[in-house]
């Protein structure tokens, strides 16, 4: 099956540092990367749809300047939080499309981000 | 949009029992319905995934159902084992496009040894 890689897998930064989350399709082009949050024992939570080549969608109630998305390649998209808070403290998880290429939407094994 | 409901939230079996957990979706547009396995700390992971045009698909002990004219779909697992224990999620969306898929709420499957 398809690989997507996330990195790094987990991460602890001190209150108003940025921090970067790398999402890589490795067995295909992704045009479509998503980013997701996850509480503990919750669903999952669309923050935004990343596009290659243009700007991401962010879903309502998500701050674009704190949680900034660049899909600068078919295979590559980056999530970086700045500026971060306790309450950023989450399970950060991105997923390619890779429907048309028979391989479904594939996840990344996810980051565990603590802000201390 | 799209509304995915997933049932039940918790489901505790016993080694070798059968595990059923069922979705309902609102969008007649929906016609690909992916099935996620997710073991703590790790991200979801694809493990059965089925199209409007087929009704049936199974892969080994799992199987999933699709009933387009009730929009229902459900995951079965038989011969459960303990490291089937996870949460499970289903998801809905119209594919072909840059559609963005609908999660239900998840069922958290406990095996019992």
């Known amino acids: 099956g398809a690989v997507v890689s996330q990195h790094p897998s987990w991460v602890i930064c001190k209150s108003g540092t940025s921090v970067k989350i790398e999402c890589r399709s490795l067995d295909f082009q992704a045009t479509t990367m998503f980013w997701y949050r996850q509480f503990p024992k919750q669903s999952l939570m669309l923050m935004a749809t990343s596009n290659e080549g243009s700007k991401a969608t962010y879903e309502q109630g998500v701050e674009k300047d704190k949680f900034l998305i660049n899909h600068a390649s078919l295979t590559l998209s980056t999530l970086t939080v700045t500026s971060a808070h306790p309450e950023d403290s989450s399970f950060y998880i991105c997923s390619a499309d890779g429907v048309r290429y028979g391989y479904g939407y594939t996840f990344g094994s996810g980051t565990r981000l603590t802000v201390v | 949009g799209e509304n995915v409901e997933q049932h039940p939230s918790t489901l505790s079996v016993q080694e070798g029992d059968s595990a059923v957990i069922k979705c309902t979706y609102s969008?007649?547009?929906?016609?690909?319905f992916p099935w996620y396995k997710q073991e703590l700390g790790k991200g979801p992971q694809l493990i059965i995934d089925i199209r409007s045009n087929v009704g049936e698909k199974k892969d080994q002990r799992i199987a999933v159902t699709l009933n387009k004219t009730a929009k229902h779909f459900s995951l079965h697992i038989t011969e459960t084992q303990p490291e089937d224990s996870a949460v499970y999620f289903c998801a809905a969306l119209a594919s072909g496009g840059s559609y963005i898929p609908t999660f239900g709420r998840g069922t958290s499957l406990i095996v019992h040894p």
């Open positions: 969008d007649s547009a929906s016609n690909y």
